[in-house]
């Protein structure tokens, strides 16, 4: 997983929390890189679901939910960190249908060691976009909170619903997006 | 918050920002690696490219040369071959002019038939390489439409009678006489039509007809036709006519078959002048063999000074009046059929020819005395024409260096004429050389030259009845009118005496005795103004100096009517003035 993602988690639970938490986490979780986060660096995804059971445990909110928050929190800085993927896309739709074909090719050129879950969709209609997730990390909730905030950023009325596929739990999942 | 987990974020901190430039340095170095690889993979498809480069102008180069080379081929081709038939042609001509017993002169006639019929074989081939060359150009120039009808009526005439076939033709009033175009072509293409016609057609008529078609602009568009009664060809063949080496066996005259490439050939020099060709035709009833052709309209002051130089001449086809010429030409040419071909042809014009075999030959005859006009030849031993030429123009003496020279070489590819220009050339005559084609060129070149042609008078008389009274009055001022009769007497007495002598000469074949006795004859004639008559001598003279004594008598058989006509003149302007 890319350093990005854990930098990012670390300043949000400092930011929600406070430093303490963040240490706490670290001492807890004792991942192998000792929790020294740069986001060029690449981390195995173990670590992130220690630190976030970590903090599951001081702060008894579930983990599902914490990484679904994170994914909402995550959007907003990628929004800010490379706004040259935002640039020019008008909806929510236009930006998801770029992620595997274009953004993760881009990430691909510069991180060629990166694994890159896959992200897949079909137009049934106009109206309703079928995302399909599928990773070997299971990491549905983030993506369910990164498309719910894609929604937000892009100010539209659609409709998210999850349906999670055969396999680990939060590894495959199916997001329709439904226009309202 | 404890001091600790400061220390503890600073320290997380610090080991992320190592962990950090160890991965940029990695990055650069894989980013330095990668840009060493590409400019070496850039290296790499430069060479490829410029060795690419390089194959391709080696192939183009290649490929220009062979295109050179075929070029080169085909005129030292149409060299080879043009030359010796050239000879061919040319023997057999004056072997005709000879004494010949009935059987002789008819294989002679097969022999001058079958030599023609392979000169034109080989002309058509040299054209269609050249057409296929793209090197086929035109030499536009102003031309008599009726004179070229007549010449391809004059050619087919006896082929015509043979085959018991009416050869016709018909020229519509609207056709202008005279246009500019290439003329040399259009003969071809009439010329390979009536051939054409006359050899499927038996007993019945073919008629050749040329009208205007419209008036476009600047241009003028004639409507060419040769029509013949013959057996006519199915529609199935006529899609084929117009393609390279088809033919169409002449059923009905069993006549040989050529090379297929005629038609083709009219075709496409048709299209190059930027007009059409076409046929219409039907099993038994004949064909119509069509084209029109965009010509140039000749520029008003040339249409009048065309015309006036035909009034001068009134009575006179103007072949006739142009084939006869005067100066000194000489001829250098190391083939003795050809020198005996050029050196008739000169002769029988009027003019006086000296030879040279070789180039060094001619320049050293230029060296020794003026000529009006050197006739080179440009493939000879020792020294070449160009050589020649070269050393000519060098000369120190400003009028000898000068002396126009002109081409004489069966060399004819499109070009050639540019190259000889540019090495000091004047003009080029084409081998195998017509009299036509030698006249229009020297007649040019000579016209430069104070002759005895330019101080006769507009006369509608033929040329061995020239007489002058202006120049008798002069004469008759200079001596006085008391010395006139008995000047006139002397004169007419010796003329009787000595038409005897010539045509005493004549009848012995003595060439000696024709030349000694025209001389003094040529100009005493010329004295009295009896410019025809002096003329006349002169020829015989010159033909007798240069051994061609069957010429100088058949020229000596007019002798005695023209010095009669020369008698009865002379008595009447004396009677006149009594």
């Known amino acids: 997983m890319k350093g990005v993602v854990f930098v990012e988690f670390i300043d949000m639970v400092e930011a929600s929390f406070s430093l303490e938490v963040v240490d706490q986490i670290i001492e807890a979780a004792a991942p192998v890189s000792g929790g020294a986060y740069t986001t060029v660096g690449t981390y195995s995804h173990q670590e992130m679901l220690d630190l976030v059971g970590a903090l599951s445990g001081i702060t008894k909110v579930p983990v599902p939910q914490l990484i679904h928050t994170f994914g909402n929190h995550l959007l907003g800085r990628f929004v800010s960190r490379y706004p040259e993927f935002f640039a020019g896309v008008g909806d929510a739709f236009s930006f998801i249908k770029t992620i595997e074909d274009h953004i993760h090719q881009e990430v691909l050129k510069l991180y060629p060691e990166a694994e890159l879950p896959s992200i897949q969709y079909s137009c049934p209609t106009d109206d309703v976009l079928v995302v399909t997730y599928k990773s070997t990390r299971p990491f549905a909730d983030l993506a369910e909170g990164l498309l719910e905030a894609c929604i937000e950023h892009f100010d539209e009325n659609i409709q998210l619903s999850r349906e999670d596929l055969k396999g680990s739990p939060g590894t495959h999942a199916q997001f329709i997006l439904t226009k309202q | 918050m404890s001091d600790d987990v400061f220390v503890r ?91 010949l017993d009935t059987e002789q002169l008819q294989y002679t006639n097969i022999a001058r038939k079958s030599a023609a019929s392979l000169l034109s074989i080989v002309n058509n081939i040299l054209d269609f390489s050249k057409i296929e060359a793209n090197k086929m150009g035109l030499e536009p120039a102003s031309f008599d439409v009726r004179e070229l009808i007549a010449g391809v009526i004059d050619a087919f005439e006896i082929v015509a009678s043979e085959n018991s076939t009416n050869l016709v033709c018909e020229i519509y009033a609207d056709a202008p006489k005279y246009l500019i175009g290439d003329g040399g072509r259009i003969r071809q293409v009439l010329v390979n039509l009536v051939d054409n016609a006359l050899k499927f057609t038996t007993g019945g008529e073919v008629r050749i007809t040329v009208g205007l078609e419209s008036v476009m602009s600047d241009k003028i568009w004639l409507l060419f036709g040769v029509k013949d009664t013959g057996v006519g060809i199915s529609e199935e063949n006529q899609v084929h006519l117009f393609k390279e080496f088809w033919s169409q066996s002449p059923e009905s005259s069993g006549a040989i078959v050529g090379t297929g490439l005629g038609l083709p050939i009219s075709n496409r020099l048709i299209k190059i002048m930027g007009g059409e060709m076409g046929i219409e035709s039907s099993i038994g009833e004949g064909s119509l063999f069509w084209f029109s052709v965009p010509f140039d309209k000749v520029p008003f002051d040339k249409l009048e000074r065309g015309e006036k130089h035909l009034q001068e001449n009134t009575g006179y086809p103007a072949t006739e009046v142009q084939q006869s010429l005067s100066g000194r030409i000489l001829l250098a040419e190391d083939n003795t059929a050809n020198q005996m071909i050029a050196q008739a042809m000169l002769t029988k014009i009027g003019l006086h020819v000296d030879l040279a075999v070789n180039g060094t030959e001619a320049v050293e005859a230029i060296s020794s005395r003026p000529y009006d006009v050197v006739l080179m030849d440009i493939d000879m031993p020792e020294m070449n024409g160009i050589e020649a030429t070269r050393l000519i123009r060098k000369f120190s003496d400003a009028s000898r260096a000068s002396t126009p020279i002109v081409a004489l070489t069966a060399y004819a590819m499109k070009g050639d004429r540019e190259r000889f220009l540019a090495e000091g050339l004047d003009d080029y005559v084409e081998k195998p050389i017509s009299r036509a084609g030698l006249v229009a060129c020297l007649s040019h070149w000579l016209s430069k030259i104070p002759g005895p042609s330019e101080v006769v008078p507009d006369s509608d008389v033929p040329d061995e009845s020239l007489f002058s009274v202006t120049t008798l009055e002069t004469m008759i001022a200079e001596i006085g009118e008391e010395n006139l009769s008995p000047l006139i007497d002397v004169f007419l007495n010796e003329l009787d005496s000595r038409v005897d002598l010539i045509e005493r000469a004549a009848a012995e074949g003595n060439a000696d005795g024709l030349a000694k006795e025209c001389h003094p004859l040529k100009s005493s004639a010329a004295s009295f103004g009896a410019f025809g008559l002096s003329k006349l001598a002169r020829e015989i003279e010159e033909k007798a100096m240069h051994d061609d004594l069957a010429a100088a008598q058949t020229t000596s058989r007019k002798l005695r009517k023209v010095a009669q006509e020369t008698r009865d003149q002379l008595i009447s302007v004396i009677e006149a003035r009594r």
Do not use: C, F
């Open chain 2, 9 to 99: 974020r600073l320290d997380r901190e610090r080991r992320a920002r190592i962990e950090a430039e160890r991965l940029l340095e990695n990055k650069s170095r894989e980013l330095y690696l990668a840009n060493q690889s590409l400019k070496g993979l850039t290296e790499t498809l430069e060479k490829q490219i410029t060795d690419r480069t390089a194959d391709l102008v080696i192939a183009r180069d290649e490929a220009l040369s062979a295109s050179s080379s075929k070029s080169r081929y085909l005129a030292v081709m149409s060299h080879e071959v043009r030359s010796p038939l050239n000879g061919i042609i040319g023997a057999l001509g004056l072997l005709t002019d000879t004494t």
